[in-house]
């Protein structure tokens, strides 16, 4: 049983487009995060959501906007597309309290043309 | 703040030769530390931990880290590497700010191992 899954692994769209992401964890974890992997493989935090709440929200274009319809799925939907937003997002999930390792989805490569 | 700096953006080695992936960090807190590895197309996977118990820790594949708070380090070892080891490796540490888990990655250091 895959812990932390995703879907679509792949998502290839043109600028403009609205799409969005999935994420879902079955490991009873109360905290879920989106990454963002550039190009350079450098890895940022957007959101995280504890308990449905968000509790982090970085420096992201509010074209994206995570939901949360509970604690075990968090979604990421992102509005007109740019190509800037191409990269590889990675869902994570950790327990509280803070020093729980997070545990990573396989990552969603998304490129916009 | 909390800051990550791998040292090495890519490491070589020999099959069968130690491997040292070097990681220093910065935090204003007691922090929590982990290695990552991402092989290629995959997600990440913990290597292993410091969360201020023992300062060596053992991870899976035979890797272990030693952290070092005087010299800010946690650097990454293997005696012997494995063509299997070659991936992208992630140094992270862990910040307790607003009492929940941030994460914040270093750039990432690539091995390369060499037959």
């Known amino acids: 049983d895959t812990a932390v899954s995703q879907t679509p692994k792949y998502l290839v769209t043109q600028m403009g487009n609205d799409k969005s992401i999935k994420c879902e964890q079955n490991?009873?974890?109360?905290?879920m995060y989106w990454y963002k992997q550039d190009s350079k493989k450098f890895l940022k935090i957007m959101f995280s959501?504890?308990?449905?709440?968000?509790?982090i929200n970085e420096t992201v274009p509010n074209r994206f906007s995570p939901k949360s319809p509970d604690k075990a799925h968090l979604n990421l939907h992102i509005n007109s597309l740019e190509l800037g937003d191409s990269a590889v997002y990675f869902c994570?999930?950790?327990?509280?309290?803070?020093?729980?390792?997070?545990?990573f989805g396989p990552g969603t490569r998304l490129t916009v043309t | 703040a909390q800051s990550v700096t791998q040292l090495d953006s890519h490491v070589s080695v020999s099959e069968g030769t130690p491997v040292l992936l070097r990681c220093n960090y910065s935090?204003?807190?007691?922090?929590?530390l982990f290695w990552y590895v991402q092989h290629p197309n995959k997600g990440l996977q913990l290597l292993l931990k410091?969360?201020?118990?023992?300062?060596l820790v053992k991870g899976i594949n035979g890797f272990e880290a030693e952290f070092k708070k005087s010299e800010t380090s946690f650097h990454l070892t293997k005696p012997s590497a494995h063509m299997s080891d070659a991936a992208e490796y992630f140094c992270?540490?862990?910040?307790?700010?607003?009492?929940?888990?941030?994460?914040?990655f270093g750039s990432g250091t690539k091995l390369n191992v060499k037959p």
């Open positions: 994570a999930s950790s327990q509280d309290p803070l020093t729980y390792e997070q545990y």
């Open positions: 490991l009873g974890h109360d905290t």
């Open positions: 959501y504890n308990n449905k709440e968000l509790i």
């Open positions: 935090s204003s807190y007691s922090p929590s």
């Open positions: 410091y969360t201020s118990a023992a300062t």
């Open positions: 992270v540490v862990s910040d307790l700010a607003y009492n929940f888990n941030k994460f914040y």
